[in-house]
């Protein structure tokens, strides 16, 4: 090829680059938007930004639950019982309903905008407890009365009187504070971003 041609080429080249770069650069921008609404999903937004705001929870952290519970299949029940998006037992559920003087029917628990009012509810009640949200999120999963015995035991505190993750005793819930955790980090740059 001839140098001239060359120039023509790489011109041409220069100038499609300026004018569709802009247009590349948001098609890849919307792709990873996209991925993120694919991985971290922001369904039942209406739900859990009320229920967050009623409760004084982190809605990103409502949604870092429902996301490693459900992953915001509302009408799921687990091996153990646990239903609905935020994973709500039939005795906690009653006993939040109880607690709260809301007539309820069992199978509210599937209810999306029930569900998760009653589990922001008990996480808050968990954080109260607890006073500390990792343990709330522990408690969440393992239970009250596991995560208080957890407590009393010097050989999974550390100095600071917190549970080793690394050291609970159930794998589970190990895997569970680790995952919750991650997704909670996530949304909370997610929702910043949304506000921006």
Not at 158 to 183: K, S, W
């Amino acid at each position: 090829m001839k140098k001239a041609t060359i120039i023509i080429v790489v011109a041409i080249l220069l100038v499609a680059v300026l004018i569709f770069g802009g247009q590349i650069m948001r098609l890849f921008r919307n792709i990873g938007d996209e991925v993120v609404q694919i991985r971290h999903p922001l369904y039942y937004k209406e739900y859990v930004m009320a229920a967050a705001e009623r409760h004084d929870v982190d809605p990103a952290l409502v949604f870092a639950v429902v996301l490693t519970e459900s992953s915001f299949r509302y009408a799921i029940i687990s091996p153990a019982g646990a239903g609905g998006l935020m994973q709500i037992m039939p005795a906690t559920f009653e006993w939040i309903a109880n607690n709260r003087r809301i007539e309820h029917n069992p199978d509210d628990v599937f209810v999306p905008r029930v569900n998760i009012d009653f589990g922001t509810f008990y996480l808050r009640r968990l954080y109260n407890h607890f006073g500390d949200w990792e343990h709330a999120i522990i408690a969440y999963n393992a239970g009250m009365g596991n995560v208080g015995r957890w407590l009393q035991d010097p050989e999974l505190v550390d100095e600071y009187g917190r549970i080793i993750h690394e050291l609970i005793p159930f794998g589970e819930t190990r895997n569970y504070i680790g995952r919750v955790n991650r997704a909670w980090e996530r949304y909370r740059e997610i929702l910043a971003e949304a506000n921006e």
